[in-house]
């Protein structure tokens, strides 16, 4: 046996190979916690609490598939969080106080996200500022526009009893006296799709390609501009999902908030495998990431820890999973 196949050891292993030393360890990680979480709490173990658990990860889904394109370009998307909400509050405003039908509302959500999209892309790709200071001032404004177009009011969602309820049924829906997650059905779709796209498409290797090194792609022919944007339309059509989930799982929309959840997506970007210096992402591992920051957020409680104790455990998971990234990228330049 050679060093190089001594030094390999497990990463040699075909299913390690397959599957991806990371996404094993994150699968792992989201086995135990499960595990760890059921034992110490019998309420945990409840459909209830299951259905809760995927109810909040739909919104962080979508997030963090859209924030996954914008790291793998070497940038990022700070207005995700508070994007979510603005599109969310003015989506909802216009059915429930403008009297409009919900598919308008649906639509205009979405619209408003690649909207925001068009506009990160703007400014990273052709005036190129960088992705962290043009982001952070988009998510300032999508914050204003979400109180100002809803004038600072709370906005609900048709509930699902109303007419125009139906909505909430893409995400849930009930037979008999039993309520079905028919939402996890769209994420695993999406997330295929996505991980086709990213992987086996012109559009995702050209994004990998101007995340590896941009210059370089642009030397060689390709239109970095055109691809680099698409890479921040698609992050605020995904965002555009998050505000249509996030207004069927919460009862009450609110101005003002949303600053924060941005951190859930990219942790959950971060933890599944892409990589913050760009050039390599996963779909299918945000996804897992996804469940680990839901795993958390849902069973904290159930053990005792309440908003405070939740904030520092996701910071740690967020250290520890930059600090991976970090010994990976360098191992990556000695090898």
């Keep these: 046996m050679t060093d190089k196949e001594k030094k390999g050891g497990l990463s040699n292993n075909p299913i390690v190979k397959k599957i991806g030393g990371q996404r094993l360890v994150v699968i792992f990680v ?13 309420t945990f173990r409840q459909y209830s609490t299951i259905l809760n658990l995927l109810d909040t990860s739909y919104y962080v889904t979508y997030m963090a598939i859209g924030v996954t394109f914008a790291l793998i370009t070497g940038g ?51 005036m190129e500022l960088p992705a962290f200071i043009a982001t952070l001032c988009t998510m300032m404004i999508a ?23 139906w909505f909430r049924s893409l995400f849930k829906i009930t ?64 965002t555009g999902l998050a505000g249509l989930a996030y207004g069927a799982t919460f009862q009450t929309v609110a101005p003002g908030t949303g600053a924060g959840l941005e951190l859930d997506a990219i942790c959950a970007a971060i933890i599944g495998g892409t990589s913050m210096t760009g050039g390599s992402g996963s779909i299918i591992g945000t996804l897992l990431g996804v469940f680990i920051m839901s795993l958390l957020k849902t069973g904290l ?13 996701t910071g740690i998971v967020l250290l520890v999973a930059v600090l991976i990234d970090v010994i990976r990228s360098k191992q990556a330049k000695r090898a």
Excluded at 204 to 220: D, M, P, Q
């Design 175 to 238: 037979v008999g006296e039993t309520k079905y997650p028919l939402g996890f059905l769209w994420v695993i779709i999406l997330v295929i799709v996505m991980s086709i796209i990213l992987t086996k498409t012109k559009p995702g290797r050209y994004i990998i390609a101007i995340g590896s090194n941009k210059e370089a792609t642009r030397l060689s022919g390709v239109n970095v501009i055109k691809w680099h944007m698409l890479a921040y339309i698609i992050c605020g059509f995904f």
């Design 76 to 126: 990022n998307d700070l207005s995700v969080g508070t994007g979510m909400v603005c599109y969310s509050l003015i989506g909802g405003y216009v059915v429930t106080k403008l009297g409009l039908p919900i598919g308008v509302g649906i639509l205009l959500t979405v619209l408003c996200g690649v909207l925001m999209g068009i506009l990160n892309g703007f400014l990273v790709a052709v």
């Design 301 to 313: 409680p159930f053990i005792g820890l309440q908003a405070n104790w939740q904030q520092i455990i």
């Design 30 to 42: 989201i086995v135990a916690l499960f595990a760890f979480f059921c034992a110490k709490s019998p």
């Design 143 to 165: 914050r204003g526009m979400g109180s100002i177009c809803t004038k600072s009011q709370s906005i609900n969602w048709p509930q699902a009893s109303s007419a125009q309820g």
